[in-house]
Structures are given as structure tokens and as C-alpha cells.
């Protein structure tokens, strides 16, 4: 059986179980299985769809990433939903078709809405109605742009094709439609807003899981466009990345909820993995996109569960909060540190070598000074990071605060993602192993 | 795989001293045996060291797509520094036996070894470049948690600004990358680059906010003021040593041709900081900002001899580094304890500190005109080797410099002045000055190192001058 | 050995006192003095045993290609310098056993002293410019701490200060100097260098400029103008120390660091700069030691002025003058300073001139002494001070470049001498007391501990003026030819004559007139001229105050606070700032958003399409 398969027929069969230890077995089990599937590259079981090694690591972190999401989720619906989207991710890594993009793309998006409309109070429900508008504009374009490409006369069912004028057209519709999921300027605000409104265990989900799966399906499928209208795409493509930086590195940095720090930094993200369709012609942009898909997979979601912990659910833990927690609960703060700097590219932590990468091949591209950019806003947003461990660490306890704390199933899944952290920070050859 | 331990085993062992240590009080003798296993393990790789080039301690992790290869060679430049290191390490864990929260104190002094001595064992870019950066880590939260009163801003400034600094660094590793195709820097050679002075410039830039120089050096007298006594020592004595290690491997030794044509610019910079902070430190009334700014103004000099790019220049730029590490350390910690006793960090307010605590006066006034450069002191080997070289090199007007160690006598004899001697001030009256046995023999220690290589330089002269023999001899530079 | 001893002892010695004297305060004293005491005989073996010019060469380290040597050159001028130095030393810490009884830190003051007299010992063997300056450091420092030897007072501790950053200035000249020499001769042998200049091989004008330049540092340490008012300011120190090295060694080491290097200034032609600076010092001294209240300022004055005059021997070209006048100086400058020590201790530390007089009945013994010291300090003949000074003042006229004001300023000088240290002598010891209570008080010092010192230095004063031509010959190694002027002895004695008249009438006979005198405006303000040195003191203090800390320094500070780091500190408020504007495109309304994100599209596509479609 496929990993496909697996994962979709294990979501089926959860709805019938009511034991969440018993779910949860279950589900580990599914992932485990799942994961022998993905290495030994058993294919989806449909035409147009197909692996490679580079696909199978994505996959198997994906598999690692649910597992911790699983551990530590309280809820079964929300089980459920991700192995959904678990398996709508492999989907639409493994479509080899305009056709299966498309569609394992919708699919994504769909379950997404899905899961954010598990609303608990008032906050969640505007943030998942914001999702849902942008998301329903976003999927018009996305068909618009389809149409357009169609009616140029290319095959449905093939990778990408040479364009003309209205293929490109197309394209870029399409393109734009989907910077609505990879929260790109100026598709972002929903973001912004969600991101830091939902529950932080969703949040953990869309802005680790499902971002860093749309970027890598993104980038793979569009390729062929890429390095096709380079001269083209190069100008407005840099200018995005740029803006999106900028824009979420600077509005970050007076938050004062922690959520909303970490919703703008995931903009910021988005822009650094826009410069690996930037540096598209250089031999270091897939390693980038993979890098830094699975570098942020693991840091983000870590982030987002910790502040669901932290918060006991809810999304408005701010930095007052978090004063004085490196006295009171050493491991969660160490875990938020860890993960911030990750994010912030601190060394020996995945996030430095991921963007480092990501960097190097804009240098590669020729363009130093749009890596210079990038540096300096890396730069800056190691102010707000570095500002929430300050909150941590330096500044004495706040005296009515009381934050949650990991427990057991939240501690292995932090585990689990810390090590992914590390491992990625240490041993770049994994990654660069499936390139050469 | 014995060099990877020294990297990785402090780096890896301090997250459990942090989070099993329960103030038993082991930690700190921990920490304390592995400096010493250090210095040892320095000494024995000084001995290991070819004649000339490289000792290959083998490389790890490699990523030959990327040429990210952990790759561990030393010379004799590094060992120095990783010497220099290590006894600092020790020096500073002696004075701050006492700490509060020692264990996570410690534990983070272990991380920084760790990182320090990745930078100076790493020989790829990439590598240097992390370790580069992980120093920074142990040094935010010394400065953050255990800083006195203007600690945050003082952390976060020293860590954005150098961070900001490193970047410009990263973007020059890339370019090196770029046009040579390789991150080794024992490999890459200027004729290699395409744009040697764009990455010049870069590297200079970035190197010059750790050492620090003119204008870059804002972020120091904050850090240094606010950060606990040791680490200021620290910071001293090893953090803006990197600085200068890397200014001279990699922005001289590496570029001779581009040092060649900007040496100017070094030479203008190192003057400006030498006077610039010269004048601060004669202004400030602040104890330990003055202390700091003194440090400054001796880096500029450090700059200045680096800026003669020659073999007699470089090797008085690497004594008066050593120099300064054991003098500036030991006045941080003077002031940081006079500081922690009279809540004061006015000069004004203090006076008759001689009659309080008289060793611990004499030892300031040590350093304190071993700062100012008195014969028998390093600061004076320092002094006259440098007027020596930047004369050779530049031109008799160099002796312009002497100005900066009048202004030096200057500010620090005023100081003694008005801490140490004249009439006791209600406030030293009032405080203990009894100082912990540990501190007070790290300060004796670095009396006497000040004293023994102020009177007889020669066996760290010898070291030093091989470390830059290869380099001239071999017809590279002049 | 004998080299060893003299060398190492001295700093070896000053620690191992230092610890003795923690364990057992008179220990301190007797360490001491017997250190004292083997390195006079060192000194004296050296002397007796001495052939040929002790050459010792020493490496001191090597820096990339250039080595720099620490050697050890013993010859005549050294072992003068050498007596001195260690012969007052161990009469000095002789003297010091009553005068530093009662002070508690006597470990720290013998050990001290004993490393001074190591740094004045390195001085003056130093083969090479680089002992050279390190020993003139060292003693430097030792100065400086021993004028703060009563550092828990304010007085003192400020004395310190000036005396450190006043020597220091000068310094930093003989450091330049060392450079220079080094980048020019590619040597630093003191020997080499006389030799090479002699010969033409270092360019004139260079070496004029370093010649300048070390005699800056002469200027610093050896108390001339403008940098002497630290030395008058060091009379805080403890008495006994500004014997040793304020009157006798220390301050000498100027000058003989220009007489070691005679043959450079000659063919520097800097000697008329020399002479020209010191003969304005002398003047200087000498007016301004006539109107000085206290006694040790007078003699601080009276140094300055004396070592002018040894400054303008060496200057006018004559070096047994100028070496001869610094040896006899030496002794009776120390003898008068113990001799004032042995007053001020008598009279339970009191300095002011005008409530002494007539103690002579209780300090009979030393009375006498400084008599003989004052006598000689006068130039009266036979005592040594005569023929030296003398033999300068016949000198500056003879010399055509430094005949006319030169030799005016110095001949006035060296009759005012008479002046200055006659009224001393009479204001303490003779007349009636003019403050009874203080006579009552005073106590007689013992013969052992005050008086001997005193009257060896007396009678080697004496005999000094017996053996001028011997002294000038083994210093020089020339036969010593005396430059006559008949009339000049006959006019010089005349005026002195004179001058003694009426200090005699002024000061003992006719006080009235004296006060009459005074009271007049114009001598008032003469009078404030020199007491306070020609002011000096005060402009420099001005310049250093006001000038490089209030204002230099100052703006310097605020270019730090609001430029350089003021920049830094901006992008905090700009970066706010820009946060600020960008909130603003941000909408929280879902139709903003939504409208947000098709205009955007819209811009998108648009672009592509002016682009390249």
C-alpha cells in the first residue's frame, strides 16, 4: 500500500474510533507503516503521480512531524483532519500533472478550511472566516489562471508546458492565486490576522504543514515555468520576496502577542522561500526549497504547539506572559529558545543552514545584493526573537500569569520536533545527498 | 576525533549542566576541569605543530556538494589564540566562583568554550562562520541575566549589532564560494576572487563591529558595563580577540593585495579609535565605561599594527592582543567588584579604596599603568613593539601614537586618583570589600602574567614570530 | 656578580622588605638598610676594581625581524652617577629610620625607596636606549608612588597625579625619541649613537629634532621649565623622598641622559636649545625660591634652578661643568633637604618658614651642616659649589652663542642663590623665635639617626671642593682646562657679598623696611608673580582642564552619544516609525482584505503586462 492510502484510509477509519489513546495508537502505527511505504517509494496507485528520494525525505519528515502533532493533539476530530491532510500533502508532492496539481492543491485548501472550522469562541471564527474568504478568492484565481493555461492548448495531464502570452498569463494568475496560501505581499493579510486568531494547534498545522507542503508542490510544479520566463518573472518575483520580507520582519517586531510575532514571521518566511523561485536557475534552489521546507516545518509547528500549550488553547499568550519563564519552566523555555533561534538562523540549527543555502543561491543567481537584503532582514528579525527570549529569560516572573505546561505526549512531541532541529542543522548531507 | 570533542563535548554537555544541575556546586568544578583539559589539550597540539602550515585534524560532517566540510586545522596562530583562550576560560571561571545561578552560568561558559574554539580549529567558512555566530548565543543571556541594571538593552543591542555584522561576513563567505568554488580558507587565494575588494570591504566592515573600531564600537561600553565582571573579562579578553584573529587571517593574510591598497583605511580607523575612545574614556566619570573605552582605544591599537601588514607589525599586533586580554581583564573585574559592593559606579563617588583593600588597589593600579604602558609590563612590550613596526611601515610621524598612551596616563592615573587614593569617601567606608579567595587569585594570576611577559616577552615572541613566518618567508606578503 | 648584585638586588630586595616588614615593621628598616648599605659596596668595588668600560650585551626579545637588546655599559659617568645614587641612598634610608618612626607602613615605604634605587641603578647602566627608559620609568613610577605615600590624604595624592602626567609628557618624548633613533640608526646603543652622529651619519636636522625631543623628557623629569611645577608640588611627599629623589638622583637622570649623549647633541647642534631652556628655568627657580614660605618649596625651587645651572654647563658646551655642579649639587642639595627634614621633624611637621627662628640653640648640629650646604649651594669658596658654578657662569659668557641673555639670566640665577638659601637659613636659625610655643616644642634629633648622615654629606661637601679638577677629569676623561675671567671671581664675590648685606638687613636687622617694601602694590603683585612660579601651573592646568577634558573630551562625548551611537540608537525610533506606516495598510476588515489581495493580482499582472507581454 501506499503512504497515500495509508494515511487516507487510517483518516477514514478514526472517525469510527472513539478511544483517543486507542486513536492515537492507531495513528502511529498508520504513520509508521506510512513511512516504510514512503521509503520503499511505493507509488500512489493512480497515473501522474510519482516519487523520487527528494520527495520520500519530504515525506518521511512530514510522517515524523505528524507523529508529534498527533502525540500531543487533544482532540480526535483534529486527528483526523490532519491524517486528511496528511494525505492530501503527499498528494500533491507526489503530482506529476498540471491535473493532479490542481486538484491534490484544492484538496489541501479544503481541508484546511475544514479543520479551522472546529471554532471554540469568537476569535477562531473570524479568523477562520477571514481564511475562508481569501481562500475563495484564491481558488478563483487558481481556476481562472487554469483557464487561461488551458486555452493556450496544453495537456491537462502533463507536467508544466512551454508557454506563450496566454499561457503566461495563466500562470501568473495562477501563481498569484496561490501566494494566497504561501502568504505572500500582498495575499498575506488573512495571515496575519488567522494565523494569530485560530487555535495554535490549527495554527501549528496551516503555517507549518500545509505552507511548507504548498511551497516544495509549488516550486516542483512550476519549475519549467520558472526557468522558462526567467528575464520575466526575476524583477517582480525579487520584489515580492523583498516586500514580504520586509513587511512581516518590520511588523513583527512591536507585537506584543506572541502569536501574532510568530504569524508575521511566518510571512517574513514566506518571502525567503519566494528567493528560491528567484534563484530558480541556480543547482542550489531545489536543495533551498527543501532545506528550508523542512527546516521550518519542524521550528514552526514546535513554536505553535508550544504556544498552544502554553496557552492552554488559546491564541493570546502574550510576551507579558512569557516573562520569567526560563525560572519557572526550564524545558518549555529551553524548547521556545531553541526553536526561536532556529528561526531566527542561529546556528547549528536547522534555520541557519536552510537559509543559508536559500542565500547562497541567490549569490549563485548573481544577485548579491538582493542576498545582501535578505541577510540584513534575517538580520532584523533576529531583534523580535531575540526579544521574546528576553521576555523568557531576563525579565522577572509576572506574578497572575499562569501558563500551561507540556505534560508527557507534549513533551515527546517537542522532542520529536526539536531533534528534527538539530539533526538538520547538523547533518546538511541528508539534503544535499538527494540533489547530486 | 580528539579535536571534534574539544568542539562538541562543551557544546553538547552544557545543555545537561543546565538542566540537571541543581546548585550541588559541581558544575562550576566541572567546567573548571574542562578548561583546564583544554589548555592542556592546546599545549599538546602546540607541540604536535609542523614546522610551517597546517596540523590537519581531520575533517567531518562533509557536504562535498556545498563544500560544508567540518574541517579542523590548526596553525600556529590558531593554537596561540586557542592558548590565549583557554587560560582566559580559566582565569574567568576562578572569579566567578561566586555567582548566583551557577550552574546555568557555568554551564553557558562551558557552551561558549566550546564555540571559541570552534572558531579558531575551523578552517571552512561555513564552519567558521557558525561558530562564529554561537558564540553570540552564551554571550546574550551572560550579558541579559546576569547584567546589572541596564542589562536588556545592553544584550540585545550587542547582540543585533554583531549580528548584523556577521551577516555582512556570510554574504562575503558567499562570494568567496562563488568565484573560488571553495570554502576552505587554507584553499583560497586572492587571485581566485572576481571582486576582491567588495569582499574586502565586507569582511573588514564585519570583523571591525567584534574587534571594535571606530565607528562600530557603540555597542561595547554597553555590553561591557553591563555585563557581570568575568564576562566583560571575557568579552575582553577572548570575544574581541576573535575580531582581531580574523581581521588578520582572513583581511590579511588572505588578502594581501586588497589589504595592501585599503591599509590606509585600517591605519585611519585604528588612529581614530586609539584617540576617539582615548578622549571618551578621559570624559567618563563611569568607572567600568571608562575601563571599557580604554579597551577600545587599545584595540585601535591593535588595528594600527595590523595595518602595517608586516611581519614585525603583525607580531607586536598579536602580543599587544595577549597583552591586553590579561590587562583590560583584570580591571573589568576590579571595577565589576567594586561595582557589586558600592552599588556606585561613580568615580566621584569612591576614594581611599587603598585604605579599604590595599592588594586589591595595588593590583589596580598594576593594570592600570600596564594599561597605560609602563615598562615592565606588557602594555609596554606592546607599546614600543608596535611604535617600532608602524614607524617601519608608515613613517616617523607614527610616533603620533604616543599621544594615545599619554591620554591613556591621562584618564587612568586620574582614576587611581579618584578611586584608589586621597581621602575615603562614606560610601567605600561603608562597603566590604573582602574579597572571595578564587577571585582574588584569578586577579593575582593576571598580575603576574602582566608582570612576567612585561620582563621577559621572549618565549611568547617566539611563538608569535613562527606563527607569521610561513607567511612572510615563503614570499606571499613583503 | 658584583653587576648582578647591583642590578637585581634592588628589586629582589624591595619585595623581600616588603614581606619582612608585614611579618615585623622594623624589619623593613633593617633589610633595607643593609641592602642600602651592600649596594653602595658593590658600587665601591665597582669603582676600585674598574679598568676599562664594563660592556655586558643582553637580548631582550625579538619581534618579527628586529631584535631589541637590554645591555649593561658601566663607565666613568656611570659610576659617578652610580655613587650617587647608591651613597645617598643608603644615607637617606639611614636618615629615614627617625624620620618615617612612627608611620605604620614602613614595609611599603623601604620597599619603595629600594626600587627606585633599582630603577636609578638601571638608568645609568643602561647600555641601550630601551634599560635607558625603563629604568627612567621605573623611577618614574617610584616617584610617583612615593609622593602619594600618604595617599589617605588629598594633598599628596594630587602632588601624585601631577608629578606621574607632568614626567609622563616628557616621557613620550624619550619614547618617540627611542623609536626614531631605532627607524634612523637601526640601533639603540647609546655609544653607537654618539658615534654615528659624531661621524655625520644620522641626517642633522633628524637628529636635532630627536635631540629636542629627548631633552623634552629631560625638561619633564628634571623639573625644567615649563614642566616643573610638579616638582614643587612633590614636596608632599615625605621629606626623606624628596631628598633622594627630588633633590639629589632622580632629577638628575635629565641631565645625564644629555651628557650620555654629549656627542649626539653636539652634533645636533642642539646644545644652545639646552642651554637656552634651562638658563629661562634657572631664572625662574631662583627668582621664585626668593619669596617661598615653606621651607621644602624653596628648595624644590632652588633644585629646579641648581639643575638649570648644570643644564646650561652641558649647554654652553662643557661637560665637566655641567657634571660636576650635578655632582656637587647632589650632595649638598641632599644634605640641605635632610637638613630641612631634620627641622621639620624637630618642629612636629612644620614647614612654614616664618614661625621658625632661632633654633639654632636646639639644632646646633644641624644648624652647622645645613650652614655648610647652604654655603656651598651660595658658591662661596672653598666649598664644591663654587668651583662648579663658577666654572658655568664663566662658561655662558665665553660661549659667543650664549653670551648676552643666556649668560644674564644664569648669572643672575647663580647670585640669587645666595639669596634665597641665605634667607632660609637665617628665618629658621637665627634671630629670636617668632612663634614661642613651637621653640618650646621642638625636640633635638639624635646624633646617630640625623646628625651622622648629615654631617658625612657636610663633609663630603667639604672635601668635594678639593678634588673638582680629579672629578672633571675622570667624568670627561680630558684633561680639564678651567676657563679664567679675572675679573670675573672678584665681581661675583663682591655682589654675593652684597646681596648677603641685605638679606642679613632685610630679614634680621631691619624687618620693618622690609614690610614697608612689601606692602607696596607692585610688589605685592611681584611677590604673587613668584610665589605662585610664574603661574605656570595654572595654564597648564587650564589648558588640561578646560581645554583637552572640557573641551576636546567633551565634544568628542557628545559626538559619541549623539552621532555615532546616536545613529545606532535611531533605528530603533525609525524603525518604529515605519512599523507605524505599514499598520496602516493593514485592515482587519474582511472586504479590505479581500479587496486587498485582488487589487494586488491586478497590480501583479499588470506589471507583467507593461513589462514583457
Given amino acids: 500500500m501506499s503512504t497515500f492510502v495509508i494515511l487516507f484510509a487510517t483518516a477514514v477509519l478514526s472517525f469510527a474510533i472513539r478511544s483517543r489513546s486507542v486513536l492515537k495508537l492507531l495513528v502511529l502505527a498508520a504513520l509508521l507503516a506510512a513511512g516504510y511505504a514512503a521509503i520503499d517509494a511505493v507509488p500512489l496507485g493512480l497515473s501522474h503521480f510519482g516519487s523520487d528520494q527528494a520527495i520520500t525525505l519530504f515525506e518521511i519528515v512530514l510522517l515524523v512531524v505528524m507523529a508529534a502533532v498527533v502525540l500531543s493533539e487533544e482532540e480526535n476530530i483534529n486527528i483526523t483532519q490532519t491524517l486528511f491532510l496528511g494525505a492530501a500533502s503527499v498528494a500533491l508532492l507526489e503530482s506529476q500533472s498540471f491535473l493532479t496539481f490542481v486538484l491534490s492543491f484544492e484538496a489541501l485548501s479544503i481541508i484546511s478550511f475544514v479543520l479551522v472550522s472546529n471554532i471554540k469562541n469568537r476569535e477562531a471564527a473570524i479568523g477562520a472566516v477571514k481564511m475562508f474568504v481569501s481562500g475563495a478568492l484564491a481558488t478563483a484565481l487558481i481556476v481562472l489562471g487554469s483557464a487561461f493555461y488551458l486555452f493556450e492548448g496544453h495537456d491537462l495531464n502533463a507536467p508544466l508546458q512551454e508557454v506563450g502570452v496566454y499561457g503566461t498569463v495563466g500562470l501568473w494568475i495562477m501563481l498569484v492565486g496561490i501566494f494566497y496560501k504561501l502568504t505572500i505581499v500582498p495575499m498575506h493579510t488573512w495571515a496575519a490576522d488567522s494565523y494569530a486568531q485560530i487555535r495554535p494547534s490549527h495554527a501549528a498545522i496551516l503555517s507549518g504543514m500545509v505552507k511548507s507542503v504548498a511551497v516544495v508542490g509549488v516550486f516542483m510544479t512550476f519549475m519549467p515555468f520558472l526557468l522558462q520566463q526567467n528575464s520575466l518573472n526575476l524583477p517582480v518575483l525579487v520584489m515580492l520576496a523583498l516586500v514580504t520580507m520586509t513587511l512581516g520582519n518590520f511588523m513583527a517586531l512591536f507585537q506584543k502577542q506572541v502569536g501574532k510575532i510568530l504569524s508575521y514571521s511566518s510571512i517574513a518566511h514566506a518571502g525567503y522561500m519566494l528567493l528560491a523561485f528567484v534563484a530558480v536557475k541556480s543547482a ?25 500549550k502554553a496557552g492552554k488553547g488559546s491564541s493570546s499568550v502574550t510576551l507579558d506572559d512569557l516573562k520569567g519563564l526560563g525560572t519557572k519552566d526550564k524545558t518549555m523555555a529551553l524548547l521556545f529558545t531553541v526553536q526561536l533561534f532556529s528561526l531566527a538562523g542561529i546556528p547549528l540549527l536547522a534555520g541557519f543552514l536552510s537559509k543559508a543555502v536559500l542565500v547562497y543561491a541567490v549569490v549563485d543567481v548573481g544577485l548579491p545584493l538582493v542576498a545582501l537584503a535578505t541577510l540584513l532582514n534575517s538580520a532584523l528579525s533576529v531583534a523580535y526573537y531575540a526579544w521574546i527570549v528576553k521576555h523568557i529569560y531576563f525579565d522577572e516572573p509576572a506574578k497572575h500569569s499562569a501558563l500551561g505546561s507540556l505534560r508527557v505526549s507534549g513533551f515527546a512531541a517537542q522532542a520529536i520536533l526539536l531533534s528534527g532541529t538539530l539533526y538538520f542543522g547538523l547533518f546538511a548531507t541528508t539534503v544535499f545527498d538527494l540533489f547530486v | 576525533m580528539g579535536a571534534l570533542y574539544l568542539i562538541f563535548l562543551p557544546i553538547f554537555l552544557a545543555l545537561p549542566l543546565y538542566l540537571l544541575g541543581r546548585n550541588f556546586g559541581v558544575v562550576k568544578y566541572i567546567a573548571l576541569t574542562l578548561f583546564v583539559y583544554m589548555l592542556t589539550q592546546s599545549v599538546a597540539l602546540y607541540g604536535q605543530l609542523p614546522e610551517a602550515g597546517y596540523l590537519d585534524l581531520g575533517s567531518y560532517l562533509s557536504v562535498p556538494a556545498f563544500d560544508f566540510v567540518l574541517s579542523l586545522q590548526v596553525d600556529r596562530l590558531s593554537v596561540i589564540m586557542l592558548l590565549l583562550t583557554s587560560v582566559m576560560l580559566i582565569l574567568v571561571g576562578l572569579s566567578s566562583w561566586r555567582m548566583k545561578m551557577e550552574d546555568a552560568y557555568f554551564a553557558l561558559l562551558v557552551f561558549f568554550s566550546g564555540a571559541i574554539f570552534g572558531v579558531f580549529m575551523s578552517t571552512n567558512f561555513l564552519w567558521f562562520f557558525i561558530f562564529w555566530e554561537l558564540t553570540l548565543i552564551p554571550m546574550y543571556f551572560l550579558v541579559g541575566i546576569w547584567g546589572a541594571e541596564g542589562r536588556i538593552y545592553a544584550a540585545v543591542k550587542f547582540f543585533l549589532y554583531t549580528h548584523v555584522a556577521s551577516m555582512l561576513i556570510l554574504l562575503a563567505f558567499f562570494l568567496i564560494y562563488k568565484q573560488s568554488g571553495t570554502f576552505d580558507m587554507t584553499m583560497v587565494k586572492e587571485s581566485m576572487l572576481m571582486t576582491p575588494a567588495l569582499i574586502w570591504w565586507l569582511m573588514f566592515v564585519g570583523f571591525a563591529v567584534k574587534m571594535p573600531l571606530f565607528p562600530f564600537h557603540t555597542w561595547l561600553p554597553d555590553a561591557h558595563v553591563q555585563a557581570p565582571a568575568p564576562v566583560s573579562a571575557l568579552l575582553a579578553g577572548v570575544l574581541l580577540k576573535m575580531g582581531a584573529y580574523a581581521m588578520i587571517r582572513m583581511v590579511i593574510l588572505m588578502m594581501p593585495e586588497q589589504a595592501a591598497a ?85 568615580m566621584g563617588d569612591m576614594g581611599g579604596l587603598m585604605q579599604r583593600a590595599p592588594y586589591l588597589s595595588a593590583l589596580f593600579v598594576l593594570s592600570g599603568l600596564a594599561a597605560l604602558g609602563l615598562p615592565g609590563t606588557m602594555g609596554f612590550i606592546g607599546e614600543i613593539t608596535i611604535l617600532i613596526s608602524t614607524i617601519q611601515a608608515h613613517g616617523v610621524w607614527m610616533i603620533i601614537i604616543l599621544l594615545g598612551s599619554m591620554l591613556a596616563a591621562g584618564y587612568l592615573i586620574y582614576s587611581f586618583r579618584r578611586v584608589i587614593y586621597g581621602e575615603m569617601s562614606p560610601l567605600i567606608r561603608e562597603s566590604d570589600f573582602s574579597m572571595p579567595k578564587m577571585e582574588f587569585l584569578s586577579l593575582l594570576l593576571f598580575g603576574l602574567l602582566i608582570i612576567v611577559f612585561g620582563l621577559y616577552p621572549q618565549p611568547l615572541f617566539e611563538m608569535i614570530n613562527q606563527a607569521f613566518q610561513s607567511y612572510f618567508s615563503a614570499g606571499g606578503l613583503s | 656578580m658584583t653587576l648582578t648584585v647591583l642590578l637585581l638586588l634592588p628589586f629582589v630586595g624591595a619585595l623581600l622588605t616588603f614581606i619582612a616588614g608585614k611579618m615585623k615593621a622594623s624589619l623593613a628598616f633593617w633589610l633595607a638598610e643593609v641592602i642600602g648599605l651592600i649596594l653602595f659596596a658593590a658600587t665601591l668595588i665597582l669603582f676600585s676594581s674598574y679598568t676599562e668600560p664594563i660592556v655586558v650585551n643582553i637580548t631582550w626579545f625579538s619581534f618579527g ?118 627607524y634612523y640608526t637601526g640601533t639603540l646603543d647609546l655609544q653607537k649613537i654618539n658615534a654615528l652622529a659624531s661621524n655625520g651619519a644620522i641626517d642633522s636636522g633628524v637628529s636635532f629634532v630627536i635631540a629636542i625631543f ?179 657662569l664663566v662658561d655662558s659668557l665665553v660661549n659667543p652663542q650664549t653670551n648676552g641673555l643666556i649668560s644674564t639670566l644664569t648669572i643672575i640665577a647663580g647670585l640669587l642663590s645666595i639669596a634665597y638659601i641665605g634667607r632660609l637659613w637665617v628665618l629658621i636659625f637665627a634671630g629670636k623665635p617668632r612663634d614661642k610655643a613651637l621653640n618650646e616644642k621642638m625636640t633635638t634629633p639624635s646624633k646617630f639617626w640625623i646628625s651622622l648622615p648629615l654631617g658625612i654629606m657636610a663633609l663630603v661637601t667639604i672635601v668635594l671642593g678639593f678634588f673638582q679638577t680629579p672629578l672633571a677629569e675622570y667624568i670627561t676623561g680630558e684633561a680639564f682646562e678651567e676657563v679664567h675671567l679675572a675679573y670675573f671671581a672678584p665681581l661675583l664675590l663682591g655682589t654675593m657679598a652684597l646681596i648677603a648685606f641685605v638679606i642679613y638687613k632685610f630679614y634680621l636687622a631691619n624687618t620693618e623696611a622690609r614690610d614697608k617694601l612689601a606692602a607696596q602694590p607692585l610688589m605685592k603683585a611681584l611677590h604673587q608673580l613668584l610665589f605662585n612660579g610664574y603661574y605656570v601651573e595654572r595654564m597648564i592646568t587650564w589648558f588640561a582642564k578646560s581645554v583637552v577634558v572640557g573641551f576636546v573630551a567633551r565634544t568628542i562625548a557628545w559626538l559619541e552619544h549623539h552621532v555615532v551611537d546616536g545613529a545606532v540608537n535611531a533605528t530603533v525610533g525609525l524603525s518604529s516609525a515605519i512599523v507605524a506606516r505599514l499598520s496602516q495598510t493593514h485592515s482587519h476588515r474582511i472586504s479590505n482584505q479581500a479587496g486587498a489581495m485582488m487589487l494586488g493580482a491586478l497590480l501583479i499582472i499588470s506589471i507583467l503586462l507593461i513589462k514583457g507581454l
Fill in chain 1, 284 to 308: 542550489y534552489a531545489p536543495v533551498a526549497i527543501f532545506y528550508i521546507a523542512i527546516a521550518y516545518i519542524f521550528m514552526q509547528t514546535a513554536l505553535f504547539m508550544l504556544l498552544d
Fill in chain 3, 65 to 182: 625581524h628586529n631584535t631589541l637588546p637590554f645591555g649593561i655599559y658601566i663607565d666613568h659617568l656611570s659610576l659617578v652617577m652610580l655613587l650617587i645614587a647608591t651613597g645617598l641612598g643608603a644615607l637617606d634610608i639611614h636618615f629615614a629610620h627617625d624620620y618615617m618612626k612612627e608611620d605604620p607602613d614602613q614595609a611599603r615605604y623601604y620597599a619603595k625607596v629600594l626600587f627606585f634605587i633599582g630603577g636609578m641603578i638601571l638608568l645609568v647602566t643602561a647600555k641601550e636606549l630601551t634599560a635607558l627608559f625603563v629604568g627612567w620609568e621605573f623611577m618614574g613610577l617610584a616617584s610617583y608612588l612615593l609622593i602619594s605615600f600618604w595617599h589617605q590624604n588629598s594633598a599628596p595624592a594630587d602632588a601624585g597625579v601631577s608629578a606621574f602626567l607632568y614626567t609622563r609628557f616628557g616621557d613620550i618624548f624619550l619614547f618617540a625619541a627611542l623609536g626614531l633613533l631605532f
Fill in chain 3, 214 to 392: 629627548i631633552f623634552v623628557a629631560a625638561i619633564g623629569k628634571s623639573g625644567q621649565f615649563p614642566l616643573f611645577p610638579w616638582l614643587m608640588r612633590a614636596m608632599e611627599g615625605p621629606t626623606t623622598v624628596s631628598a633622594l629623589i627630588h633633590g639629589a638622583t632622580m632629577v638628575n637622570s635629565g641631565i645625564y641622559i644629555v651628557a650620555r649623549m654629549f656627542d649626539f647633541y653636539v652634533a645636533a647642534d642642539a646644545l644652545v636649545i639646552v642651554a637656552a631652556v634651562a638658563s629661562l628655568s634657572a631664572f625662574i627657580g631662583a627668582s621664585s625660591a626668593l619669596v617661598q614660605s615653606e621651607i621644602k618649596k624653596v628648595l624644590a625651587y632652588s633644585t629646579m634652578s641648581h639643575l638649570s645651572l648644570a643644564f646650561i654647563g652641558l649647554g654652553v658646551g662643557s661637560l665637566a661643568a655641567g657634571m660636576t655642579h650635578l655632582t656637587n649639587h647632589a650632595v649638598f642639595k641632599a644634605l640641605l633637604f635632610l637638613g630641612a627634614g631634620a627641622v621639620i621633624m624637630s618642629a612636629h611637621h612644620t614647614k612654614d618658614l616664618w614661625k621658625f627662628g632661632g633654633a639654632y640653640k636646639m639644632l646646633t648640629l644641624v644648624a652647622i651642616f645645613m650652614g655648610i650646604g647652604a654655603l656651598s649651594l651660595s658658591g662661596i669658596p672653598p666649598l664644591s659649589g663654587y668651583f662648579s658654578k663658577d666654572a658655568i
Fill in chain 2, 262 to 346: 585599503y591599509g590606509w583605511v585600517i591605519l585611519s580607523v585604528g588612529l581614530v579609535s586609539l584617540f576617539f575612545a582615548g578622549f571618551m574614556a578621559l570624559h567618563e566619570s563611569h568607572l567600568k565605561k571608562m575601563v571599557a573605552y580604554s579597551s577600545i582605544s587599545h584595540m585601535g591599537l591593535v588595528a594600527i599594527a595590523i595595518s602595517t601588514l608586516s611581519f614585525d607589525g603583525l607580531s607586536a599586533a598579536l602580543f599587544e592582543m595577549i597583552g591586553h586580554a590579561f590587562i583590560i581583564s583584570p580591571l573589568f573585574l576590579i571595577a565589576g567588584f567594586i561595582h557589586h559592593r558600592t552599588g556606585s559606579w561613580q
